[in-house]
């Protein structure tokens, strides 16, 4: 599977409380399980208007699926070429 970044364009998303985000991750669990195996939710990430969110998935077709399922909006899908974290400075080994 590939690594995906979800832009998700939700106004007000982060004065949600954790009963309402609680309630959003259960609706996407739920949607994810009826897909099956070919979509995995990694992370997101809450800001005032957007969620940014990390999926594993087998194609964009999936992630558009499982925004018409769940209700949440993929507003812009981007495949993840290649990832890179502090480490990548380091000489190789």
Same mark, same amino acid.
């Given at each position: =599977?590939r690594?995906?970044? !979800? ?10 409380d ?6 959003? %991750?259960? *609706? ?6 009826e ?13 005032? @208007? *957007? ?6 998935? @087998? #194609?964009?077709? /999936?992630?558009?699926?499982? %925004?018409? =399922? #769940?209700?949440?909006?993929? /507003?812009? !899908? /981007?495949?993840? *070429? *290649?990832? !890179? @974290?502090? /480490?990548?400075?380091?000489?190789? =080994?």
């Amino acid at each position: =599977m590939r690594h995906y970044i !979800i832009e998700r364009n939700i106004p007000r998303v982060g004065s949600l409380d954790r009963d309402q985000l609680r309630a959003a %991750a259960a *609706k996407s669990n739920e949607c994810l399980r009826e897909i099956g195996f070919d979509i995995q939710w990694v992370e997101s990430f809450v800001t005032a @208007d *957007k969620l940014f969110c990390h999926y594993l998935a @087998d #194609s964009p077709e /999936t992630i558009r699926r499982h %925004a018409e =399922m #769940s209700g949440f909006p993929a /507003t812009v !899908i /981007t495949e993840v *070429k *290649k990832r !890179i @974290d502090p /480490t990548t400075a380091s000489p190789a =080994m």
